[in-house]
T-cell receptor
Framework: DTEVTQTPKHLVMGMTNKKSLKCEQHMGHRAMYWYKQKAKKPPELMFVYSYEKLSINESVPSRFSPECPNSSLLNLHLHALQPEDSALYLC???????????????FGPGTRLTVL | QQPVQSPQAVILREGEDAVINCSSSKALYSVHWYRQKHGEAPVFLMILLKGGEQKGHEKISASFNEKKQQSSLYLTASQLSYSGTYFCGTKGGSGGYQKVTFGTGTKLQVIP
């Protein structure tokens, strides 16, 4: 089973709202990732958690706040977003983590976020 | 630095072959290929390692030229289900082994 699940599938929020995206995997993977993808562009890495610790933050604005409550769950808390933050947000997981070049990432279906 | 893919887009008729290239300006250790259909998640296809052999499954195969820092994805006898955007992802280079840096993408459309 190589399934990564994400909820919600779609989210519309105003610039003053607070919302959260959720990602879950039950493959025993120890690394989890958040990506942002704009239309017709490749995924852009935002955050990486390895063994439940934040190991990479790609200089993401503080209005995005990641959280890894346990090895199976990853959240992305959103607050005071801008319309340009509208995008597809993808979660991924991999077995080992960062420093292993063969480690393969498996993606969830994504959350389509629209900021009004 | 982002790997560059070519071509940017290609249209094939069912049964035709295609080659998608991925080039990096930096030394690479591994190349990961993904296919993403419209509105869906990227799906892992295969991984190629530095010093490793050519990999493939079914009618999709790939190679990795270490000297040129280039990988090529070969699709033979294309099927309608092959339509989507193909991304290479590289480890090594400026990103180190710590993250996958995705290429610019190649949109493939297979028509009947």
């Amino acid at each position: 089973d190589t399934e990564v699940t994400q909820t919600p599938k779609h989210l519309v929020m105003g610039m003053t709202n607070k919302k959260s995206l959720k990602c879950e995997q039950h493959m025993g993977h120890r690394a989890m990732y958040w990506y942002k993808q704009k239309a017709k562009k490749p995924p852009e890495l935002m955050f990486v958690y390895s063994y439940e610790k934040l190991s990479i933050n790609e200089s993401v604005p503080s209005r995005f706040s990641p959280e890894c409550p346990n090895s199976s769950l990853l959240n992305l808390h959103l607050h005071a977003l801008q319309p340009e933050d509208s995008a597809l947000y993808l979660c991924a997981s991999s077995q080992v983590g960062l420093a292993e070049p063969t480690d393969t990432q498996y993606f969830g279906p994504g959350t389509r976020l629209t900021v009004l | 630095q982002q790997p560059v893919q070519s071509p940017q887009a290609v249209i094939l008729r069912e049964g035709e072959d295609a080659v998608i290239n991925c080039s990096s300006s930096k030394a690479l250790y591994s190349v990961h290929w993904y296919r993403q259909k419209h509105g869906e998640a990227p799906v892992f296809l295969m991984i190629l390692l530095k010093g490793g052999e050519q990999k493939g499954h079914e009618k999709i195969s790939a190679s990795f030229n270490e000297k040129k820092q280039q990988s090529s994805l070969y699709l033979t006898a294309s099927q309608l289900s092959y339509s989507g955007t193909y991304f290479c992802g590289t480890k090594g280079g400026s990103g180190g082994y710590q993250k996958v840096t995705f290429g610019t993408g190649t949109k493939l459309q297979v028509i009947p």
